[in-house]
């Protein structure tokens, strides 16, 4: 690659990253409907052809967003050599995944909690429960497998999103150790006496 290129890399890179900071910033103040283009570029100080130049709509630039926090997943997940398909070490992916965006993921989450618990960050999670329950667990159906997997799914990604929206008080290693240990045991992990006992 030549200087050149380098030099228009760079300069890509940087305007991109300018665009993605600033959705950030505005998705802060309000809900993502609320956000324009036009707005967008104005707080960004680039023209809507630059904007479009690099992104087709809002929507991208959230995918784009996403891609970071997939990208952080599996760069832990590989420094750490553990599976994605095992529910428990993917929690603790993700927990290591918030707390390196936990700023950003803070200020989203208040107006925008559904960006944390969409796209593609919450298929990586179903797909590691998915394979964990196939190969650790026994239902009488198809469909109460997916309730089950999809209750689980709901409930961890409620959990994060619950720390987030309280500005992340409690360290990040309670709320995974409280994850796994709902997902693996549910709620006999936390009771003292038999839940059928009525008491």
């Keep these: 690659m030549t200087m050149r290129n380098e030099a228009t890399d760079a300069r890509i890179q940087k305007t991109r990253q300018k665009i993605r900071l600033t959705l950030i910033e505005l ?74 965006n936990k700023e950003h993921l803070i200020a989203v989450t208040r107006l925008n909690p559904e960006l944390f618990t969409r796209g593609r960050l919450r298929d990586i999670l179903r797909g590691s429960i998915r394979a964990t329950l196939r190969r650790n667990a026994r239902f009488e159906s198809e469909a ?34 409280c994850a796994e240990q709902m997902t693996v045991h549910g709620c006999s992990a936390y009771l003292t006496r038999n839940w059928d006992d009525g008491q």
């Design 27 to 100: 998705l802060s103040e309000k809900r993502l409907g609320e956000i324009t283009v036009s707005e967008l570029s104005l707080r960004a100080e680039i023209n809507r052809k630059t904007f479009y130049r690099h992104y087709s709509d809002i929507g991208e630039v959230v995918e784009d967003l996403e891609q970071k926090m997939i990208d952080d997943l599996l760069m832990i997940a590989r420094e750490k050599d553990v599976s994605c398909l095992k529910a428990a070490s993917v929690l603790r992916q993700i927990g290591a995944m918030v707390e390196l």
């Design 144 to 177: 109460e497998f997916d309730y089950a997997v999809n209750y689980m799914l709901t409930g961890i990604m409620f959990t994060y999103t619950y720390w987030l929206r309280n500005g992340c008080r409690e360290d990040v290693e309670l709320v995974v150790r």
